[in-house]
């Protein structure tokens, strides 16, 4: 069934002024407002899901809507950087004629204080993540650029041997330091496996029911 006529030349105007490069850097944001909102959404609503019904104790409802809001906090703030980092991007750019490294960095910089700078535990979990992804990167650009020798053997072995050693160190012995989220996936995983009173608990159940 064809639209209405209305909603036809709506349309057509619509997709006229997507066309117009004058406004490109205005619907670059819009778009990337969106994208972090649907991609922030995707992320977290699953990390949510199996996060709350494993380890968080409450109702449903108490259990659905932590989901909710962990997965609206993580949407909002990617979709907030996002916007800013582009608009800021874009005003560097307009301001100085032309497009230089710095302004990525200085965008992204001030985006990532005004987004990201509340030491909330999504935002922690979420610069983490990076922090990783980001040593991993200079590390191998060091190495393009000539200011780390190539590796004559393969290092990641020694690399990962060192990441799980250091994480059950910190674990065992200054847990705090820890975030709240993997103290309680490295809980289930290694202390509350050394408890059980008979099969249940042992095979079915990580803890004993409680007798009705």
Same mark, same amino acid.
């Given at each position: 069934?064809?639209?209405?006529?209305?909603?036809?030349?709506?349309?057509?105007?619509?997709?006229?002024?997507?066309? %117009?490069? #004058? =406004?490109?850097?205005?619907?670059?944001?819009? !778009?990337?407002?969106?994208? &972090?909102?649907?991609?922030?959404?995707?992320?977290?609503?699953?990390?949510?899901?199996?996060?709350?019904?494993?380890?968080?104790?409450?109702?449903?409802? +108490?259990?659905?809507?932590?989901?909710?809001?962990?997965?609206?906090?993580?949407?909002?703030?990617?979709?907030? /950087?996002?916007?800013?980092?582009?608009?800021? $991007?874009?005003?560097?750019?307009?301001?100085?004629?032309?497009? =230089?490294?710095?302004?990525?960095?200085?965008?992204?910089?001030?985006? &990532?204080?005004?987004? /990201?700078?509340?030491?909330?535990?999504?935002?922690?979990?979420?610069?983490?993540?990076?922090?990783?992804?980001?040593?991993?990167?200079? $590390? #191998?650009? &060091?190495?393009? %650029?000539?200011?780390? *020798?190539? *590796?004559?053997?393969?290092?990641?072995?020694? /690399? @990962?041997?060192?990441?799980?050693?250091?994480?059950?160190?910190? /674990? +065992?012995?200054?847990?705090?330091?820890?975030?709240?989220?993997?103290?309680?996936?490295?809980?289930?995983?290694?202390?509350?496996?050394?408890?059980?009173?008979?099969?249940?608990?042992?095979?079915?159940? @990580? !803890?004993?029911?409680?007798?009705?």
């Amino acid at each position: 069934m064809a639209a209405p006529p209305q909603l036809q030349t709506l349309l057509l105007a619509v997709n006229a002024l997507l066309r %117009k490069r #004058r =406004y490109h850097a205005v619907l670059a944001m819009l !778009k990337g407002f969106r994208n &972090g909102a649907v991609y922030g959404a995707k992320i977290r609503a699953p990390h949510a899901l199996v996060m709350t019904f494993l380890f968080r104790s409450g109702s449903l409802q +108490e259990k659905l809507r932590a989901i909710l809001q962990a997965t609206y906090t993580h949407s909002r703030n990617l979709a907030s /950087f996002v916007f800013t980092y582009k608009g800021l $991007c874009a005003l560097q750019s307009h301001l100085q004629g032309e497009t =230089y490294q710095v302004h990525s960095f200085l965008a992204a910089f001030i985006g &990532g204080l005004l987004v /990201f700078g509340n030491n909330s535990t999504i935002n922690s979990q979420i610069n983490m993540y990076l922090m990783s992804r980001i040593l991993f990167a200079l $590390c #191998r650009l &060091g190495v393009e %650029k000539g200011y780390i *020798p190539e *590796p004559r053997w393969e290092p990641s072995r020694l /690399f @990962n041997g060192l990441v799980w050693g250091l994480v059950l160190w910190l /674990f +065992e012995y200054h847990r705090p330091t820890l975030q709240p989220s993997l103290q309680s996936s490295m809980t289930y995983l290694y202390e509350d496996s050394n408890v059980w009173h008979d099969i249940s608990d042992f095979l079915i159940y @990580n !803890k004993s029911r409680p007798s009705k």
